[in-house]
Structure formats: C-alpha cells, structure tokens
C-alpha cells in the first residue's frame, strides 16, 4: 500500500464518460470548496486546475477534461472551459464551468470567483438537500400507510375464508400486491432520499470498519449453514430466524457504533479545522507547533486522533502521511474532504485561518444538514420496527386462529355431528393443503416485510452499507419472536375450543 498517496488515484484520467448523476451535486459543492480553499494560496491557474483533476469525485472527469485540452491542446483555460462545459449534459456542471469561462475571459481572480461560487454552491446544496429531506419524510409517512393498508387488505380476505369460500386464488393475489408494495415502497424512499457518502473508501478504515468487515466474513456464511442445518433438522422456523438473527448481529451492532462515532467527529471536525487556522496564523508559526498550543478538551470526539496526530507531526514524520493516518482511522468521508482541503491549502501556502475558516464552513454545512436528515430517520426507523412487529404478530396470530377453528370444526365432523350440515361450506376447512398453502403465503410475506424494511431503514439513514445486515438481522429476529411466542399466546386462549366441541 502507497502510504504516501493521499488521494487514490483516479483509475481513468482520459475517461470521457459522463459521471453518475447521484452524487454531482454533493462532490460539485466539495470541488468548489476545495478549489477556493487552495485558491487563497495564490497559486497559479494551471495548479489549481491540476490539483482539482485530482480529486477522486465524480465531477473531477470535467476538470480532467479542461486540464487536458489547456496542457496538451494548447486552448487557454477560459475556452477550455466553454468547450467543456458546452458538451456536458449535467446542468450544475456545465453552468459552472460556462461561468468559469466567462469569468476567467473577464481577467477576474480565479480565487474571487471561487470563493463566491463556494458560498453560492453551497446555499444551492444546502436547499436541494433540504428539499430532499422533506420529500423523505412525506414518503416516510407514505411507506408506513402503504405497508398497513396492504397488511390489513390481506387480513380482511384471510379473515372472509370464515365466513365466505373464497377463491385461494384471490388470497395468492392479495399475497402478491403486499409483496409487491413491500418492494415499491423501499425503492420510493431510495429515489428521494439525498444521495451522499459518509464513510470513505480509503484502504485504511477505521478499527470499528475493520473489524465490522472480519464479522461480517465470519458471520455471514455462519448464519447462512447455521439455518440451513436447522432447516434440515426440522426445527422450528422461528427458531432458525432467531439463530440467523443472532448470528447477524454481531457486524450490525459494531458498524451502527462506528456510525455513530462519525456523526460525532463530523460534528467536532469544525471546530477542530477552525481552531487550528486562528492559533496557527495568531502565533505565525506551522501547523505543528499551532496544534501543540491547542486545548484538546474542546475537540471532543477527535481528541485521541488529534494527540496522535500531534505527536506523529512532532517525531518528525512526514505530513502527508500523518494528516492521511488521522483521516484514515477516523473513518468519515466529511473528514476525508475537509481535513484535505486545510492540509493542502496551507502547505501550498495559504492563510492557516483563510484556509482553516472556508473547510470548517463546509464541514459544518455537511454536519449540519445530515443532524436533519437524523431527525426524519430517527422518528421512521423506531415506527417502522413497530409497525414490522405488529404486522408479523397479527399475521401469525391469524393463521393460529385459523388452524384453532379448523381442528375445532374437524373435531365436530368426526363425532358425526349434524351441525356441519347446517353449516355453510368452508372452502378453507375442505383440504388442510389450504392451511398449509396460507402458511405458505404468511411466512413470505413475513420475510418479505423482514427485507423491504430493513432495506428502507437504511435508505433513509444512509450511513455504511453494513448497517442494512443489523436492521435485517433486528427484524428478522423480531419476526422470528413472533413464530415461536404467538402461536404459545394462540394455543393459551383456544385451549377450551375442543371441549366447547
């Protein structure tokens, strides 16, 4: 591993493709912040462009682009500009560089433009986001509306078998549309949840990642072969969802406490950027001996890592490689994009609190936005594991009371009495495949529900992909609770059924 790279490099620097749309505008916002950042260093044109290239955000191809046509090309870096942005379909993209071009034609300050777009650029992604969150929680709202109507239309007609002998093809139907909506609706909240990375994508992780990874390697296919035996045991199902859950949780818990660790040192990171700009330039010295001056009482979170990081500085090891170890095992990617944009505008010879201000302002827009986003996930992610929960029980509990009345019935045709004459024709009472056919359908739609809700937790959370197993791994143990305690309840309350008989 090139521990002295503190960028991946871009795996194609000629790629003319266009980049995914889902993260143009969170990586547009970061590029303009980070070229303004090392724009108040006074560095010359061609540097800014090339560092900027740099950058592994989708949008960069832009820059790469205009990069190539200026160094290889001979075109000036205004033209260059207008025929890039002329031939890019993403609108934001393609207005800012069209700006660019104007502005740099005009002989205005590459670093004037920059830092005024940075400001607009980040009012625009503060609003888009916003909006975004507030589309969220209508769906939010929506999902769980969807999810009852759906539970309780396949109730009602689970229910009509009692009393009318309905067609087990319609029953199949309304199985179908649940499974159906219980796809739709998680796939809703994906499009309109706000796209953004939380965790970067650094070969070095942080312990709780990479021991969340180790579990995960190890949990997985265990639970996978543990349910599988069980499975061929014959032991009950909800004792297999309860051993699978359990043996799921382990990377669940430890990935939700590495998430939860980054949305504190996302908050303190400001602080922290910001600080260390005023005392370095106050005392006029480097950033080294600027940290050394700094309370560390106040940097909260970031404290152990920022000790570290000072006394690495102070051995004398190399920069580069001691700012990349702090983001490394800090995990974040508001980390990653922040703590780059000071470390390279200062030691590319900018202002320490200039450079120090602008990336703490980013930081804190990013911190501030996802604290709200926190709010609409926080409230959805504790109704849905009720809703998943009650859901599952009325489920399981019809198909007990169902099977009760069956064998209560049954009970009655073989003592030959003359009431099953009197009575209308059960469809469901005619063949036991029925009952084992609505069993059938029960458990799919419970597993179903286990899957489609943890998958809209997570989206809208967001946070590291592995958080989708603790989510699956919490439902499918809930779910699994009610196989095995429900029909107990069910069994306790019809216990007089047969002596009613």
Known sequence: MNFLA??????????????????????????????????????????????????????????RRVQFMARKLNYNYAEACRVVGDGTKEPDPKALLLRLSGSLTSGESESAFLQREA?????????????????????????TS?????????????????????????????????????????????????????????????????????????????????????????????????????????????????????????TDIPTFLRALGSVTSAIGTN???????????????????VNRLQGALGAGVKPDLCWWRFIAENGSELVKRSTHMFWDGVRFGGS????????????????ILRGKRSLVAGSFTWLCVAMHTAICGLLVMIYEIMMAFSTAIEGINVEGSEVMGRMPSFGIFNAGAQIELLRMMIITIILVQVGGNAFAIKTVEGGHEYKLVFYVAVLLGLAGLCLVLVPQLSDSVFSSLPEMA
């Open 119 to 143: 400001a607009v650029m980040g009012e625009h992604y503060s609003d888009e986001y916003e909006r975004k969150i507030d589309s969220l929680r209508k769906w939010s709202e929506a999902y």
């Open 352 to 367: 320490p609190n200039d450079i120090g201000r602008a990336s703490s302002d980013f930081a804190a827009k990013m911190s």
């Open 6 to 63: 503190f960028w991946r490099k871009p795996k194609s620097k000629g790629s003319s493709k266009q980049p995914s749309s889902e993260f143009v505008a969170m990586d547009l916002y970061s590029q303009v912040a980070y070229m303004a950042g090392i724009a108040t260093a006074g560095m010359p044109r061609n540097k800014v462009f090339e560092y900027s290239a740099r950058l592994p955000y989708c949008t960069s191809v832009y820059f």
């Open 146 to 266: 969807l999810i009852l109507s759906s539970a309780i239309i396949v109730t009602v007609g689970i229910v009509s078998m009692l009393i009318y002998p309905i067609s087990p093809s319609f029953i199949m139907t309304l199985s179908a549309l649940c499974v159906c909506i219980s796809g739709a609706g998680p796939w809703l909240l994906y499009t309109s949840a706000p796209r953004e990375v939380k965790t970067h994508d650094l070969s070095e992780k942080s312990k709780e990642q990479v021991f969340a990874a180790a579990l995960f390697r190890l949990c997985v296919p265990a639970a996978v072969a543990a349910c599988v035996i069980m499975a061929a045991a014959k032991i009950d199902l909800g004792w297999i969802m309860i051993a699978g859950s359990a043996l799921l949780l382990p990377p669940g818990v430890v990935i939700l406490r590495d998430d939860r660790n980054i949305d504190k040192r996302d």
């Open 287 to 305: 950033v080294t001996e600027g940290m050394s001056r700094l309370d560390m009482r106040f940097v909260g979170s970031l404290q152990a890592s």
